[in-house]
């Protein structure tokens, strides 16, 4: 049996093909506030793109069960700064060097990788502010 996507399960096998496809991302542009769900888990880079503000939010662990180890990659394309934050803020933490840490912020052309190391704890990681 072929892989067909990941996780992957007992009795699959890893062809050339499913490894040469894990070098590429899946590009999802956004133009609305986004909350992550686990179709995002891999492979996916989040083009925010709005003129005025805009928000990539990471829901509970209780919501949506992302692996620890899974990290989601923000762009910011559009004038309008993306904010990241926690869906409820007294559940999962979200950590970075951002201005406010909680809610780190990225400006135009500005990236972050979201990295989930808790059950319900993010780090986000990159240009932000």
């Given at each position: 049996m072929a892989i067909s996507g990941f996780p992957t399960v007992t009795g699959q096998v890893l062809t050339a093909?499913?490894?040469?496809?894990?070098?590429?991302?899946?590009?999802?542009?956004?133009?609305?506030?986004?909350t992550a769900t686990t179709n995002d888990n891999y492979q996916e880079i989040f083009l925010m793109n709005k003129a005025t503000?805009?928000?990539?939010?990471?829901?509970?662990?209780?919501?949506?069960a992302f692996p620890i180890g899974t990290v989601l990659t923000v762009l910011s394309i559009g004038v309008g700064v993306t904010t990241i934050s926690a869906v409820t803020p007294g559940t999962t933490t979200v950590l970075s060097a951002g201005a406010v840490a909680a809610s780190p912020t990225l400006?135009?052309?500005?990236?972050?990788?979201?990295?989930?190391?808790?059950t319900d704890t993010w780090y986000v990681v990159g240009a932000v502010s």
């Amino acid at each position: 049996m072929a892989i067909s996507g990941f996780p992957t399960v007992t009795g699959q096998v890893l062809t050339a093909s499913t490894m040469n496809g894990l070098t590429q991302f899946d590009v999802v542009t956004q133009t609305a506030d986004y909350t992550a769900t686990t179709n995002d888990n891999y492979q996916e880079i989040f083009l925010m793109n709005k003129a005025t503000a805009i928000a990539f939010k990471l829901p509970t662990n209780a919501t949506t069960a992302f692996p620890i180890g899974t990290v989601l990659t923000v762009l910011s394309i559009g004038v309008g700064v993306t904010t990241i934050s926690a869906v409820t803020p007294g559940t999962t933490t979200v950590l970075s060097a951002g201005a406010v840490a909680a809610s780190p912020t990225l400006s135009q052309y500005k990236s972050a990788a979201c990295i989930k190391t808790g059950t319900d704890t993010w780090y986000v990681v990159g240009a932000v502010s």
